[in-house]
């Protein structure tokens, strides 16, 4: 398998602009988690899927964010309007439960957001 | 409150030398601990894990420990290597209203000079 795979890998805006990224997640797996990294905050939770099924978006900044995943192999973080306070690097990552719930994270490489 | 937190922020070592990173919870009801390895650019990729029945764990040259009487866990690099240069991030998963959640931990850089 691939991996999960991110797009893009670097974007670079304006403020007041919509930025979508996307993911494709390992095949099989059943959970996905759109993570977020600063160097100030680490990484961050925010949002995560189970079954295609949006489980927990309670580490979502703002409304200007949002998230679907219309099929097990997509899902997109689309923000709208972006502000520089968003620039981070967005991370994709996906899992098979496993017992007990000790599951590995498989991270993509990433979508560095750059919000000018 | 569950937190995770990890000792030293950062750390400078010569190659061939080894080097211990800690991690620190109040997580409860623990579940497990995860290491993993995060090169710049990258995303974090699994070293270990570690559940409430394992005290030591190896995979290579990275060796990690869990004592879940003090909730303290280390992870020892021996003979370090360039490719060791890294942050290292402690994550512990807690079963919480029927869904297991990650507290993560704010990552040890490593760097490892020649």
């Known amino acids: 398998d691939a991996g999960v795979i991110q797009s893009p890998r670097h974007e670079v805006t304006e403020m007041g602009q919509e930025v979508t990224l996307r993911c494709k997640p390992i095949?099989?797996?059943?959970?996905l988690f759109w993570y977020r990294q600063t160097m100030m905050r680490g990484l961050e939770l925010l949002i995560y899927?189970?079954?295609?099924?949006?489980?927990?978006d309670s580490g979502m900044p703002e409304d200007r964010f949002s998230a679907k995943m219309p099929n097990a192999s997509f899902s997109t973080l689309k923000i709208q309007p972006s502000e520089p306070r968003d620039s981070a690097v967005y991370f994709c990552?996906?899992?098979?439960?496993?017992?007990?719930?000790?599951?590995?994270?498989?991270f993509g490489e990433g979508s560095r957001l750059t919000v000018l | 409150k569950n937190q995770v937190e990890q000792s030293p922020q950062s750390l400078i070592i010569l190659e061939g030398k080894n080097c211990t990173l800690q991690c620190n919870y109040t997580v409860s009801p623990f579940s497990n601990l995860r290491w993993y390895k995060q090169d710049t650019g990258r995303g974090p990729v699994s070293l270990t894990i570690m559940t409430f029945s394992e005290n030591t764990k190896s995979n290579g040259r990275y060796t990690a420990t869990l004592d879940a009487d003090t909730k303290q866990s280390s992870l020892h690099i021996t003979a370090s290597q360039l490719s060791d240069s890294a942050s290292y991030i402690c994550?512990?998963?807690?079963?919480?209203?029927?869904?297991?959640?990650?507290?993560w931990g704010a990552g040890t850089k490593l760097i490892i000079k020649p």
């Open positions: 899927f189970n079954n295609n099924v949006p489980i927990d």
């Open positions: 990552a996906s899992k098979l439960l496993g017992t007990g719930g000790i599951g590995e994270l498989f």
């Open positions: 095949s099989g797996h059943d959970y």
């Open positions: 994550v512990v998963s807690a079963l919480m209203d029927s869904n297991y959640q990650l507290i």
